[in-house]
């Protein structure tokens, strides 16, 4: 049996631009040992953000990436702060301390919608923002996980991601 370690995410990729903020739950092992968000090869975000905002990301390196999302009012982060787990799966995830979402939002002024990337981030996620002071602001989307863990195609998931397309700026 694998060893169990606590695993850390990373800090939010935000700034006084962001407009959509979307939540993984926690870096997979790949995303770790990388230091990058959706680093593991066959994770669909690249594509599916790429193809949402009409930009070719996987072939950009990781920087320009993050600053090709800010410039288009999207932000990264995840519902989860540490855990501990063996793997890569959300349902390894054990004993998780929640990251400080409503902290954030509250830093965020343009931030029109919260979009949970898979089903453990959005539940733990709306719970987090469970009666947030001004609800009708920020939309909350739940989103077909980009795991490579969702079977479900890269073309069904992208249908489901297009709503984001509705919060971009003009």
Request: proline share 8%.
């Amino acid at each position: 049996m694998p060893a169990v370690g606590r695993s850390v995410g990373f800090d939010p990729v935000v700034d006084d631009r962001t407009r959509i903020l979307i939540l993984g739950s926690l870096p997979g092992d790949a995303s770790l040992k990388a230091a990058q968000y959706y680093a593991h090869p066959r994770n669909g975000f690249w594509p599916l953000i790429g193809g949402l905002l009409g930009e070719g990301l996987t072939a950009l390196p990781y920087e320009q990436r993050l600053d090709r999302l800010r410039a288009h009012g999207v932000g990264l982060w995840d519902v989860i702060a540490s855990a501990e787990r063996s793997g890569s799966l959300d349902a390894a995830i054990r004993s998780p301390e929640a990251a400080d979402l409503r902290g954030l939002i509250t830093a965020l002024p343009n931030l029109r919608a919260v979009a949970f990337n898979g089903g453990l981030a959005a539940k733990l996620g709306r719970r987090i923002l469970a009666d947030l002071p001004d609800p009708d602001r920020i939309a909350l989307i739940d989103l077909p996980s980009s795991s490579p863990a969702h079977a479900i195609s890269l073309s069904a998931k992208a249908e489901s991601w297009a709503i984001l397309g509705d919060f971009l700026p003009e």
